[in-house]
């Protein structure tokens, strides 16, 4: 029997890849080295975690957080035995259950139902286990009307419901998540979040990947900071967190995952298949730039400092009266703040060609954190969209040396004063 108090135990833990060059590099290396005579390697190797020791107590809940491709997704599927190590050693004591990514494990001709009986094999229950299970399961997914259609017709909201309910409703003892709570709309990441603190408070162990270091503040007793493949910082929330920040402002580059559409960046390439646009397109948004007062692509925004948000356009014929419009969301959904131009009385006559009209903030007063940000173009009435993008681009708020407030979502510009009363009751 294992009397260890740790759930998990990594010991000197490597994992290498290997890197791709460019494919047409490589054609054309091949081809040469070909007319060479010579065969050279199309690929070199690299670890994307290094050396990692790392100890998790029983009934932790542990945040793993970092840039992109630190290693966080990595070191999950270490622990799940999705990957295994190039170098040194995991054990993990108890029935390992894991949420890593979309549909991870779903075949797509399959049906719900059968997906839900073979998902749950794979993490080792059996029949009548998942039997006994598979209602509240359904129930908590809340696809009972399409559980017998075949998993390739659902959303991808619809595949993470599925999958964090079979991972979550099995009891597992390790639960594995992988970042996937911020697909679900609002109502089932907070039914998550919530199974998340049942968890914890069975005494379950919890490993926790996201970049919403809000949720990660909240929920987890313990954080880990991976960059670039090495375990950076380990312990309190708030002080692995600073640490991140800290690194982050450091950091020459933001590591804005390539293949994420909502990155701050303009006219990202795969927009063509952005799936919550909508409008008839007479005028389109052809991208939204973060800048700064100078002009200058922000890296990040900083809070209580300003912000430039260049919404470019391209009116493929005469618009009378268009209203544009903003969104921005926390990464837990929060719709943080929506103007628009009319409601600002900023009114535009009209638009023809390209251009661009710009929303700048004086001050940020988003906290520190990961925001999504929404653009659009209606009518005067607001009732014809042209042109709506939601929730496509990512952008980053990091803390900045004059603005330390920490809590919540926004800073709000306020004052403290102090005075006497003398002698009068304050009004409750
Ligand atoms: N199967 C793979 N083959 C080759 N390289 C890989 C593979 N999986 C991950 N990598 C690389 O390993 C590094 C770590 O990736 P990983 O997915 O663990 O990062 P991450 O911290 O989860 O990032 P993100 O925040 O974007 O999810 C990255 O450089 C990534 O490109
Ligand atoms: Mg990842």
Same mark, same amino acid.
């Given at each position: 029997?294992?009397?260890?108090?740790?759930?998990?135990? *990594?010991?000197? &833990?490597?994992?290498?890849?290997?890197?791709?060059?460019?494919?047409?590099?490589?054609?054309?290396?091949? !081809?040469?080295?070909?007319?060479?005579?010579?065969?050279?390697? &199309?690929?070199?190797?690299?670890?994307?975690?290094?050396?990692?020791?790392?100890?998790?107590?029983?009934?932790?809940?542990?945040?793993?957080?970092?840039?992109?491709?630190?290693?966080?997704?990595?070191?999950?599927?270490?622990?799940?035995?999705?990957?295994?190590?190039?170098?040194?050693?995991?054990?993990?004591?108890?029935?390992?259950?894991?949420?890593?990514?979309?549909?991870?494990?779903?075949?797509?001709?399959?049906?719900?139902?059968?997906?839900?009986?073979?998902?749950?094999?794979?993490?080792?229950?059996?029949?009548?286990?998942?039997?006994?299970?598979?209602?509240?399961?359904?129930?908590?997914?809340? &696809? =009972?009307?399409?559980?017998?259609?075949?998993?390739?017709?659902?959303?991808?909201?619809?595949? $993470?419901?599925? @999958?964090?309910?079979?991972?979550?409703?099995?009891?597992?003892?390790?639960?594995? $998540?992988?970042?996937?709570?911020?697909?679900?709309?609002?109502?089932?990441?907070?039914?998550?979040?919530?199974?998340?603190?049942?968890?914890?408070?069975?005494?379950?162990?919890? *490993?926790?990947?996201?970049?919403?270091?809000?949720?990660?503040?909240?929920?987890?007793?313990?954080?880990?900071?991976?960059?670039?493949?090495?375990?950076?910082?380990?312990?309190?929330?708030?002080?692995?967190?600073?640490?991140?920040?800290?690194?982050? *402002?450091?950091?020459?580059?933001?590591?804005?995952?390539?293949?994420?559409?909502?990155?701050?960046?303009?006219?990202?390439?795969?927009?063509?298949?952005?799936?919550?646009?909508?409008?008839?397109?007479?005028?389109? *948004?052809?991208?939204?730039?973060?800048?700064?007062?100078?002009?200058?692509? %922000?890296? !990040?925004?900083?809070?209580?400092?300003?912000?430039?948000?260049?919404?470019?356009?391209?009116?493929?014929?005469?618009? =009378?009266?268009?209203?544009?419009?903003?969104?921005?969301?926390?990464?837990?959904? $929060?719709?943080?703040?929506?103007?628009?131009?009319?409601?600002?009385?900023?009114?535009?006559?009209?638009?023809?060609?390209?251009?661009? $009209?710009?929303?700048?903030?004086?001050?940020?007063?988003?906290?520190?954190?990961?925001?999504?940000?929404?653009?659009?173009?209606?009518?005067?009435?607001?009732?014809?969209?042209?042109?709506?993008?939601?929730?496509?681009?990512?952008?980053?708020?990091?803390?900045?040396?004059? %603005?330390?407030?920490?809590?919540?979502?926004?800073?709000?510009?306020?004052?403290?004063?102090?005075?006497?009363?003398? @002698?009068?009751?304050?009004?409750?």
């Amino acid at each position: 029997m294992n009397t260890t108090l740790n759930a998990i135990e *990594i010991k000197n &833990l490597s994992k290498k890849f290997k890197a791709y060059h460019h494919r047409e590099s490589n054609l054309k290396y091949v !081809f040469l080295n070909l007319l060479k005579g010579k065969r050279k390697k &199309l690929s070199s190797e690299f670890w994307a975690l290094k050396n990692i020791d790392l100890d998790i107590e029983k009934g932790q809940t542990v945040g793993f957080i970092g840039c992109n491709g630190s290693g966080k997704s990595t070191l999950l599927k270490l622990i799940s035995r999705i990957l295994y190590p190039d170098g040194g050693d995991i054990d993990a004591h108890g029935k390992i259950s894991t949420l890593i990514e979309l549909g991870s494990g779903f075949h797509p001709d399959l049906t719900g139902r059968e997906n839900v009986y073979i998902n749950a094999s794979i993490l080792g229950f059996s029949r009548a286990e998942v039997t006994k299970k598979f209602q509240a399961i359904v129930d908590f997914s809340g &696809l =009972e009307d399409f559980i017998d259609n075949p998993v390739k017709t659902y959303s991808s909201g619809m595949y $993470v419901r599925l @999958g964090f309910s079979v991972a979550i409703n099995i009891d597992p003892d390790i639960l594995l $998540v992988d970042e996937v709570l911020a697909v679900g709309d609002e109502n089932f990441q907070k039914k998550c979040i919530k199974k998340i603190m049942d968890f914890k408070k069975e005494g379950k162990t919890i *490993i926790f990947v996201s970049h919403d270091l809000k949720t990660v503040e909240e929920l987890c007793d313990q954080v880990v900071l991976l960059h670039n493949g090495k375990l950076v910082k380990q312990g309190k929330p708030v002080e692995v967190i600073s640490e991140y920040h800290r690194l982050l *402002i450091g950091a020459s580059q933001l590591q804005v995952r390539k293949e994420d559409p909502r990155q701050g960046e303009s006219a990202p390439k795969d927009r063509t298949t952005w799936k919550n646009r909508w409008g008839s397109k007479e005028v389109e *948004i052809t991208g939204v730039q973060f800048l700064d007062l100078q002009d200058n692509v %922000m890296e !990040f925004a900083k809070t209580g400092q300003p912000l430039r948000v260049r919404i470019a356009y391209d009116a493929h014929k005469e618009i =009378e009266n268009p209203v544009f419009g903003v969104a921005i969301y926390s990464d837990t959904g $929060v719709h943080v703040t929506g103007p628009n131009t009319r409601k600002h009385n900023f009114p535009i006559a009209s638009l023809k060609g390209q251009g661009y $009209v710009e929303y700048e903030m004086e001050s940020v007063p988003l906290l520190p954190g990961s925001y999504l940000f929404s653009a659009a173009i209606y009518d005067y009435q607001g009732l014809q969209a042209y042109d709506h993008w939601e929730q496509y681009w990512r952008f980053h708020v990091i803390e900045s040396p004059e %603005m330390s407030e920490r809590l919540g979502l926004i800073a709000i510009p306020a004052k403290w004063r102090m005075g006497k009363s003398e @002698g009068k009751k304050l009004r409750r």
